[in-house]
């Protein structure tokens, strides 16, 4: 089967998608930043496309910002030849390392996807029996990320264990190239992936299906993240899959939200649009840097729901310096008066506020803080 966005179809064996990557002190010390071709651009992707958004990625000042790698999803695979070396579709992508090597000379880092399956989810090459020679591969092409997407992995990795042994596999195949890769693995949580992901490698795992820019998906999916909190830190993350901020299926209420409860949650912050078309807003709330200090912060504490009245939910995250980051949102469809009650989310009686989406501080406020929060909307908080 094919799994796309949350659908399955059963023309091609598939399950869920991983992204792997070796655990090495040096590697995602916090949250990993970047782009990713998928969100918008799925299979429709070549070698002008991917310089064209990693060019934008520093003219938008989006490097500046945190975002380093430019990871190339499904889309640019080809075949593998009668020695077993792996070769992009030419017509696409002619020269892979130049590709990367313009990538470099950006300052930037390149990631690539692949599969522990015979084919990726929608039937392009895999990596199944080629692990060693894909991963020298991608070191000599420069790849700095490698994105391991489950995809046909059930079709040949069936027994109970066998999924940690697939991406352990290519874990040692990547230490044993020398090069430093980041390691995401990308299996929408199966068999609680939290638990075992650092002892395959893993700098960065999938707890989630494909997330879609659609408000209802999108918050199904950050806010059942509660829970998750004790396997986050540094050097190995939750990921609760890619940014929809800018592909234009949501209100920016909506996308601040899902900016904000990322950045809660210190999930890596990967932007999926065009960043070439990009509007005023989008690029506002992709480079906000009060909100980005608060999912990269050096302390490296996922955050967790610690108030919720329905559809009222309030997020806290420690922060380094003995602060906290408060989210305050409201998932109803019409605008709401939210009250925090600081003895509810053990806030001191007294604390200095800062809205971090205005970028303005509210002032000194004692026992509680109330302010109208929009539709699907967030106020993101800071309190000192």
Not at 187 to 203: A, F, L, Q
Not at 219 to 241: C, R, T
Not at 254 to 282: C, H, V
Not at 332 to 341: A, D, Q, S, V
Request: charged share 20%.
């Amino acid at each position: 089967m094919i799994r796309l966005r949350g659908w399955i179809f059963y023309p091609v064996l598939c399950l869920a998608a991983v992204a792997n990557v070796t655990e090495t002190p040096q590697l995602a010390r916090t949250p990993p930043m970047g782009w990713n071709s998928w969100n918008h651009f799925q299979l429709n992707i070549n070698d002008a496309i991917i310089r064209a958004q990693a060019e934008a990625l520093v003219s938008s000042r989006m490097k500046a910002a945190g975002y380093e790698y430019v990871v190339i999803d499904g889309g640019w695979e080809g075949y593998h030849d009668a020695q077993g070396n792996f070769h992009p579709n030419i017509l696409k992508f002619p020269d892979m390392k130049a590709l990367c090597d313009h990538i470099h000379s950006l300052g930037l880092k390149v990631g690539i996807h692949t599969t522990p399956g015979p084919v990726t989810c929608l039937g392009r090459e895999g990596s199944y029996g080629h692990e060693e020679q894909d991963a020298a591969t991608f070191a000599r092409w420069g790849i700095d990320f490698i994105k391991y997407d489950w995809c046909s992995g059930n079709s040949v990795y069936n027994n109970p264990g066998d999924i940690q042994k697939a991406y352990e596999k290519m874990h040692q195949a990547i230490l044993k190239t020398g090069r430093p890769m980041l390691y995401s693995v990308s299996e929408y949580g199966i068999d609680d992936v939290w638990k075992w992901g650092t002892t395959v490698g893993g700098n960065m795992w999938r707890t989630t299906d494909d997330v879609s820019d659609d408000y209802y998906h999108m918050a199904y999916i950050g806010f059942e993240q509660n829970g998750l909190e004790e396997f986050a830190g540094p050097g190995h993350w939750n990921d609760p899959d890619m940014l929809e901020v800018g592909n234009g299926g949501m209100t920016d209420d909506e996308y601040r939200t899902q900016m904000s409860l990322w950045s809660i949650l210190a999930a890596p912050l990967f932007a999926g649009n065009d960043l070439t078309k990009m509007s005023r807003a989008t690029l506002e709330i992709l480079t906000n840097p009060d909100v980005i200090a608060v999912d990269q912060d050096p302390a490296g504490v996922q955050g967790h729901r610690a108030w919720q009245a329905g559809p009222i939910e309030i997020w806290v995250k420690p922060l380094s310096g003995e602060t906290k980051a408060v989210g305050l949102f409201n998932r109803k469809e019409y605008p709401t008066t939210i009250t925090l009650n600081f003895k509810d989310v053990g806030i001191s009686d007294s604390v200095e506020i800062r809205n971090l989406w205005e970028r303005t501080n509210l002032g000194r406020f004692s026992g509680a803080f109330s302010i109208e929060v929009p539709a699907h909307g967030v106020v993101l908080i800071k309190v000192l």
